[in-house]
């Protein structure tokens, strides 16, 4: 029983090792969203920071001001998304292997 324990412990060490490792490989993975034809796009890492917004200068008009806020908030929310996929992609083999141990979360 004891062999078991330790066996188990040294997996979850093991699969506590390989989340960081992807934790940090998601620090330099990038997703990028576009809304309105490519007139807004948003960058972020993979872990879910925004690196950059870029807008047109054809979609800035000071007498739509709403439609360029509704298009910066349209690009950053999908580009969330995506960076949220990609971690849960990642992330995956690894609680994938959990499940697998009868320790799901």
């Known amino acids: 029983m004891a062999m078991k324990l330790d066996n188990l412990m040294k997996q979850a060490r093991q699969m506590q090792s390989k989340m960081m490792q992807i934790q940090e490989n ?3 993975e990038t997703v990028e969203a576009a809304v309105g034809g490519g007139m807004v ?7 879910g920071d925004i690196v950059s917004i870029n807008i047109d200068p054809e979609v800035i008009n000071p007498e739509d001001k709403e439609m360029l806020e509704d298009l910066v908030v349209s690009a950053v929310n ?11 992609e990642r992330m995956g083999s690894v609680t994938g292997a959990l499940g ?6």
Not at 41 to 47: N, P, V
Not at 78 to 88: D, N, Q, T, V, Y
């Open 26 to 28: 998601l620090a330099h």
């Open 100 to 105: 697998a141990m009868g320790m799901g979360f």
């Open 78 to 88: 999908e580009g969330l998304k995506k960076s949220r996929e990609l971690m849960s």
């Open 41 to 47: 796009s948003a960058k972020f890492t993979g872990q």
